[in-house]
């Protein structure tokens, strides 16, 4: 089915849950931006970008794209080796290589990452979006918005920054995150729920006006009140001159520049990433379980990327904090993420003086929430519920995204998935059974419906293990598949066998079709697979 745009039945839900969305991707478009050593106004502009182009472009139902925290130590070191236009240029290209990726329908490899690693993506993101949200929520606002690394740049880490802030605590901001998560679930609460004037405004958007009420009737408590740096800070333009002034361009003298290349395929291959990543586990989250279509994405990201990098904004990926806000406040379709950089380019063009009046402390206190809903301790149960092959990579997931960041964090529980599906199909290639007679052993080998190359050893194994003058059936009858590699252990072993005083039998494939190298029937040019067909 085809994703609109618009659908009037869903305006409310989408209108309510792009204000929520937009309130949180304004600081975090601005502390990306801090954290890239670029001019503040490209956060914001990468982040309007993201909602109204790619949005147009995406079959995405629920994702929001922006600016994105994996991308920020990348951005950082070209824009200093590179200056701030010709990375531009760079982000450009990196988009151009985004839309040839989805044309030549990379993104495929978004579905194969595994289920258990995803769902481990998920909770490692919500206990950091939890653990990096507390310092704002106690008034500590030194680490940019956006920050998911492990380590800091003052020395400090994820952990030690809960202990560093008892030192800085901000009792007005501590009071208003607490106020604002005490909205949020009340807000949540049945009764409230039925409730009509509950159901149009929504518990996030009043925790934020709450924040903003307090924030200024603390002004005749000065040990309450609020400073500048624990508050939004949009650049703020005197009219729209000002405002348009702030965009900034290409440098395309560097056209010919090597370096800009190195620069934009690295971009387009980490921001791909983090895209079919957060893709995957959007539609995980999405309650209408609708399915992405991944190249469509790679190529509305790179049509981001380019738009982004010609008028002076950052690269855009797909981002999980946005989208799981977007989902956990109500977004229906496409229209959510869509207004939400509406919002921001109208903001940032009429009112950033009244956006800087929001609190990070009262953002903190919706964030602490969405990270609550993410890694959710009936999560981690239901996890381990299913089985250890299942539980391990996502425990192991989420604790290296803690202590790493996202896609390091990703690439370790892959790698712990990857060795369990080896396991698993070493232990499983085929089914023995032994039984022994006055005479002599008998061993029946029934191989597997697929048998792959990744089961040489445990089948060598086996056969090197059989006794010598013993009875052997192997019985490929119910083989669809055998790999090549496989197929020569067997036909090697046929040929030793009689040196061994072993009776062998194999049945399953047709008379003669089993010389030498030739076990096959038909033989997969590609993969070097062989089609079974049992004889009748």
Known sequence: MKEKLFEINNFKSDLSASIIVFLVAVPL???????????????????????????????SSLGVSGPAAGLVVIVLSAINDLGFEVFLLAGVIAGIIQII???????????????????????????????????????????FEGDNTFLQADGHNTFSELFYMLDY????????????????????????????LFQILQGPLVAVLSGIGLN???SSVP????????????????????????FQFPDFSQIGNPDVYVVAITLAVVASLETLLCVEATDKLDPNKRITPTNTELRAQGIGNIVSGLIGGLPITQVIVRSSANIQSGG???MSAFLHGVFLLLSAMFIPNVLNLVP??????????????LAKPSIFIDMYKIGRRQFIPFVITVMAILFTDLLMGITIGLTISIFYILLNNLRKPYDLRRDHTDT?????????????????????????????????????????????????????????????????????????????????????????????????
């Not at 595994?114 to 990096?132: A, D, Y």
């Not at 901000?170 to 909205?183: C, D, E, F, K, Q």
């Not at 990070?360 to 809903?373: D, E, F, N, R």
């Open 29 to 59: 478009c601005l502390g990306i931006a801090l954290a890239s050593g670029a001019p503040m106004f490209a956060g914001i502009i990468s982040g309007i970008v993201g909602g109204i182009v790619v949005t147009t472009f995406s079959k």
């Open 101 to 143: 990726l989805g044309v030549v329908r990379a993104g495929v490899i978004g579905y194969y990452f595994p289920s258990s690693v995803i769902k481990g993506m998920l909770s490692g993101i919500g206990l950091i979006i939890i653990l990096k949200q507390i310092p704002h929520a106690f008034g500590y606002d030194r680490d």
């Open 169 to 196: 605590i901000t009792p007005g901001a501590l009071i208003i995150s607490v106020v604002g998560v005490t909205i949020i679930l009340l807000w949540e609460q049945p009764f409230m729920k039925k409730i009509k």
């Open 216 to 218: 200024l009737a603390f």
């Open 223 to 246: 040990s309450l009140v609020l400073a500048k740096e624990h508050l939004v800070n949009v650049p703020v333009s005197e009219n729209i001159l000002g405002f348009i002034s702030q």
């Open 332 to 334: 229906k379709t496409k």
């Open 360 to 373: 990070l402390a009262s953002l903190a206190a919706i964030l602490l929430t969405v990270g609550y809903k």
């Open 440 to 536: 002599r052993e008998t061993f029946y080998i029934e191989l597997a419906e697929h048998v792959s190359f990744l089961n040489k050893a445990k089948i060598l194994q086996t056969i090197k293990n059989i006794p010598d003058k013993s009875f052997v059936v192997i019985d490929a009858t119910n083989s669809q598949n055998i790999d090549y590699d496989v197929l020569e252990i067997l036909d090697d072993f046929e040929e030793n066998a009689p040196h061994r005083g072993i009776d062998l039998k194999i049945i399953g494939f047709e008379e003669g079709l089993h010389t030498k190298g030739h076990w096959t029937r038909h033989s997969d040019e590609y993969n070097n697979t062989i089609e079974v067909a049992a004889t009748t």
